[in-house]
């Protein structure tokens, strides 16, 4: 029998036939996303927002317009749509960059700049482009607030540092409206489809029987364990999700990605109780040898069965051990080892309770324009894809943050996971600050 990744090239180029170059295939990691919007009731796709404060005035909305057009035409994944034509998931490349700079209108007398943006992004378009820019005027700090938000099928983690590098080069570019050349286009969307093509290839090469029957088996015990959503459970006029933050004096070297999870462990006993095997997500991979770096979407998702229990085998040695066997076959898309798992006759539907994120401080340049440094904000109470997210920032310190669905957990759970999350990172001889 094909691999899904087989069925789904034979399924692409029977779609694209000659229409390559506006049809373009999309990897494991991206046809998870397109998936997951194309079920869900309302179409809400996940989306990558970045939020900069600058001083009032700073920002000028028409610059920075042609700026963004500039960095979408240079890039095929920005000037893309992803959609599914008859059941396929795929990215429709546009000819020329619809990129604009949104400034929301306010929807009621004494509605907050974070108020605006979060029902600018609740309107995303699905049919728009998969890269826009919203302004909003804070007059009580005096300060613009810039949002460069991107659909996740479009853009994976490792490709905001380049994106927020690049728009600040282009925002400082003579000649307003100028466009790359379109040999300069055609040779970047060739990279683009080679390098897309060989994650492809690597998936196909990774879905064998041996891989299956891995996944089958690590993954076997898995339940969803998050009760359902239930929009009652959200306080009256509270935002949809909560959050909760903290910085963390570093360790030596940083946190191991395996004392992460163990750390995630403690938080989702909170959560859901003792004795639970919690389907935990996060990104993992990279872009295939030789390929070109283009801006894109690489990342696999990889499941973690995180084990809540008190007893042997729950500490970092043993995580990493059965860590690192994960990374061996971190290739499999994601939908390729949930129907390894279903096909072992679990009951478990691919549903995550719960995702982490991890950065690099050195990865994440602020956004400079014509001089000027933005200062990166965060606009909470936006919806989550998952029950909870946490998300990681090493560097001179841990920048940890966990974020969460009130129509699934309840804030004082929430805040205990939390508690619970920051207990397993701290050195026992320093507290946060």
Not at 95 to 115: F, K, Q, Y
Request: aromatic share 6%; net charge negative.
């Amino acid at each position: 029998m094909l691999s899904i990744t087989s069925q789904y090239l034979a399924r692409y180029r029977r779609l694209a036939g000659d229409r390559s170059d506006t049809l373009l295939p999309v990897t494991g990691a991206q046809r998870r996303f397109v998936l997951v919007r194309a079920l869900d009731p309302t179409g809400r796709p996940d989306l990558v927002p970045m939020f900069f404060a600058f001083p009032s005035g700073t920002v000028d909305p028409e610059r920075l317009g042609a700026a963004a057009r500039r960095l979408a035409a240079r890039h095929t994944a920005l000037r893309s749509r992803p959609t599914v034509v008859r059941g396929t998931p795929v990215l429709s490349v546009a000819t020329d960059p619809d990129v604009t700079v949104t400034r929301p209108v306010d929807a009621a007398p004494g509605e907050s700049p974070a108020d605006a943006l979060r029902r600018a992004l609740a309107a995303w378009d699905a049919q728009g482009p998969a890269l826009r820019l919203f302004l909003v005027h804070d007059e009580e700090r005096a300060q613009d607030v810039l949002a460069v938000v991107l659909d996740h099928a479009v853009c994976d983690g490792r490709s905001l540092a380049r994106i927020v590098d690049e728009l600040g080069a282009a925002y400082a570019e003579e000649g307003a409206g100028a466009l790359p050349a379109p040999g300069e286009t055609e040779a970047e969307l060739a990279a683009y489809r080679d390098a897309v093509l060989g994650q492809l290839a690597a998936e196909e090469k990774a879905e064998t029987p041996e891989a299956a029957a891995y996944w089958a088996d690590r993954l076997n015990a898995l339940r969803t364990h998050a009760p359902p959503p239930r929009p009652a459970r959200v306080p009256e006029g509270a935002k949809p999700s909560g959050a909760a933050q903290a910085r963390l004096p570093a360790h030596d070297g940083g946190v191991s990605f395996p004392g992460l999870l163990d750390a995630c462990r403690s938080a989702a006993r909170e959560l859901y109780g003792p004795d639970r095997v919690v389907p935990l997500g996060y990104p993992w991979g990279g872009r295939p040898g030789g390929a070109e770096p283009v801006i894109g979407c690489f990342l696999n998702t990889l499941v973690f069965p995180v084990d809540t229990g008190h007893g042997d085998g729950h500490g970092s040695e043993a995580t990493a051990d059965a860590w690192w066997d994960d990374l061996d076959r971190a290739d499999v898309p994601f939908d390729a080892v949930v129907a390894a798992v279903r096909s072992a006759g679990s009951g478990w539907t691919g549903g995550l309770d719960g995702l982490l994120t991890v950065d690099d401080d050195t990865r994440r340049p602020p956004l400079v324009l014509d001089g000027v440094e933005g200062r990166e904000v965060h606009v909470d109470g936006r919806p989550v894809r998952a029950p909870f997210a946490v998300s990681v920032t090493q560097g001179a310190e841990i920048r940890l943050r966990m974020v969460w669905d009130r129509a699934v957990l309840d804030d004082e759970s929430a805040h205990r996971a939390f508690d619970a999350l920051t207990a397993a990172l701290r050195p026992a001889d320093r507290s946060v600050r």
